[in-house]
Nanobody, 127 residues
């Protein structure tokens, strides 16, 4: 089992940047793939980005591709989400999630694919 703790959320103006961190309780490198999701009230949780267990494969949703970058630092047991050129539509609670590795990435954006979740961190982007 792995515990996840997000940090780095806050309020920024449109066009600004934030870097979110997901600290894991154990070294997940090679053992878990990790994803970032976001959710706004009244909507389903949306997959934003994911990275495989050995950090050589990443995927992004179309809405953030080219603006967000996911990475992981095995020495720090941390997965990052660098968010650039933010816009008000990026306002949400951001969650990180983890799951055992698999070669099937076809359903990575589905919340049910991931078994371990953090508590979330709020990101607010003003126009």
């Amino acid at each position: 089992q792995v515990h996840l703790t997000e940090s780095g959320g806050g309020s920024v103006q449109a066009g600004g940047s934030l870097r979110l961190s997901c600290k894991t309780s154990t070294n997940t490198y090679g053992a878990y793939r990790v994803a970032w999701f976001r959710q706004v009230p009244g909507k389903q949780r949306e997959g934003v980005a994911a990275i495989n267990s050995r950090a050589f494969y990443t995927v992004y949703s179309d809405s953030v591709k080219g603006r967000f970058t996911i990475s992981r630092n095995s020495a720090e047991n941390t997965v990052y989400l660098q968010m650039n050129n933010l816009n008000p539509e990026d306002t949400a609670i951001y969650y990180c999630a983890a799951e055992r590795p698999t070669w099937d990435w076809s359903v990575w954006m589905h919340q049910a694919t991931w078994n371990y979740w953090g508590q979330g961190t709020q990101v607010t982007v003003s126009s």
